[in-house]
């Protein structure tokens, strides 16, 4: 049996949508940095504020790729 399925077309990024999507991830990273400087003010022993900390910092550096590469993009 032969398989008659279409490929699917790579999917093209308008330059509004690259536009939206940037201005999201810089509104994000924006508010992610304020949770971090918040936690800059808990003590440095405490458990749950690193933990906090480990957690924000990925969530920055994942947008901050996210980012980098829609920049490669437009």
Known sequence: ????RQ???P????PALV???TQ????????IE????ELEETSKDNPEALSARK???DM???RRDLLQTLQKQS
């Open 1 to 4: 049996m032969q398989d008659r």
């Open 7 to 9: 490929p699917p077309e």
């Open 11 to 14: 999917s093209v990024l308008t």
């Open 19 to 21: 536009q939206q999507a």
């Open 24 to 31: 999201q991830l810089e509104r994000e990273i924006r508010l």
């Open 34 to 37: 304020g949770w971090l400087a």
């Open 55 to 57: 957690s924000y910092s």
């Open 60 to 62: 920055i550096q994942s």
